[in-house]
Structure formats: C-alpha cells, structure tokens
C-alpha cells in the first residue's frame, strides 16, 4: 500500500541516484520519472497531482532534485535532454541531503533561500518559472492550426518527409501524416496526433487514437503539451497492441530547443574536450 505524498526534493536525492544507477548510468527525463515513481512506489494519483500549469508537482520537484545533484557534481546532462553520473556519482551510492543542501546554498550567489526558492517554484536563476514553463505557456495560447504547423515543422526538422497535416474533424483524432527513414533507406508510415492539453492524457485517449490509426500505419506518434499518465505510458507500450510513441510537454520543448525553432540561446559557446570524461564512460 502507498503511503507517501510525493517526496521534497531533497527527499529524493537518494531514489534518483539509484534510479540511474538502475538504467545504466543515464536517462531521459521519462525514464527517471518511470522509475523514481516505481522506487518511491508513488501512486498513480501522486504522480499527477498537478504543480502549476502543465507540469505536475512529481515532475517539477524532480527537476530540482537534478538541479542540485548536478551542482552537487553527482549529475551531468547533455543538450539532448539526457542525464547521466559523473565518475563521482557512479562512486555515490547514497548522500546525506543536509550536506548537499548547504553545499549548493553556499555555492549559490542568490541571496534568499534556495530551499525556499524551489518550493516557491523559482528556478537557481531567480526568475518566477523556468524557461519550459515558459515555453509551454506559449504553445498554450497558439491557435490549435498553428500548433499542429508547429508539430509539421518539428517533424520535419526531425527528419520526417512528406510531412501532411490534415486535421479533419471526425478523422478519429488524427491530425497529420509522414514519413520516417531509417538511414535513408527504410521507410515508416507514421500518422499523429498533436493536441494542445493542459494536464495529463489518460489512457482512454491513447486507446482511441489507437483505434482511429488501425491499419493506416505502421507507427503512431502521440504529441502533447501535457503529462502522460503511468496508465496512458503502459497502453501506449502494451504488449500485443499496436505501439504508440509518446512525447510529452517537456520533451517537446527540449525539441524545440534543440532545432532552434524560436527558442534563442544566448550562451557563447565554448568547446572544450574533457579527456577524463571519455576515459570513464
């Protein structure tokens, strides 16, 4: 039986480092997600329990959990959206929270409390959302013509072809089509659907869109700014049924991020080849 709200921050520092320490030594954001809940044995209802906006209290107080084992030196990420340990962190198996807590409080240059930043819901650099909420709020206010333009072109950046958006009422809520190819060779029918959605997509909404894409293609890609729920993830990957691959709010605007699409980075890049790195992967 479940008996645990969904933890501070700081109360998963350990769940998480066992978590990628369980996939391997990283993971996408989803896969931590997936499997701190199974750790933290989190139900259903806690997993969605919604903190502001499109994004949940599990998943916005898991990304501070990153934040501070990245200053921490535990965790690194990629631009890719891909968190991995460092040499350090595959060395840590548990960390007293106290220690990390004041450690990265020290290092911060804010003068009020990170603590009492994150619950607020302030990202490190002080500023009231982080730049996803951000993002995501816009796409939430695009025309829905608009958003499934957006998803055409993120497609399309993505290596999609013949890219077709359709969006016909009573199309069983398919809102486009395209083409995948794997090394320009083999090529994949793919329908999708792209729904602007404040909240999480439950599993009826997966079932549906399976049905609607019976025997039209050979794979389905789901797109939303919401959250899948843990049922609607599982429907999505059934064994026996036709796969459907998720992409959720977050992903999506790690998407947009990574193609650039009306999303400026303003860091100068500096490359710099960590040898070690390399050595210890």
Known sequence: MNLMAVPKYDEMYNALLRALQDLGGSASIQEMEKKVAEILNLSEKDINEMHRGNRTKFSYRLAWTRTYLKNYGLLENSSLGVWALTQKGRETKIVDKEKVNNFVKDKSRESSSIEEE????????????????DLLDVL??????????LCQRVLRESGFIEVKVTGRTGDGGIDGKGIIR?????????????KRWKGTVSSKEIRDFRGAMDGRADKGLFITTGKFTREATDEATRDGAFPIDLIDGQMLVQKIKELNLGVKISTKEEVEINKDWFKSV
């Open 118 to 133: 994150a619950e607020e819901g302030k990202s490190p650099e002080n500023s009231d959302k982080i730049w996803e909420d």
């Open 140 to 149: 939430m206010s695009m025309d829905p013509s608009a958003f499934e333009r």
């Open 182 to 194: 794997l090394a320009g060779l083999i090529g994949f029918r793919v329908v999708f659907q792209c």
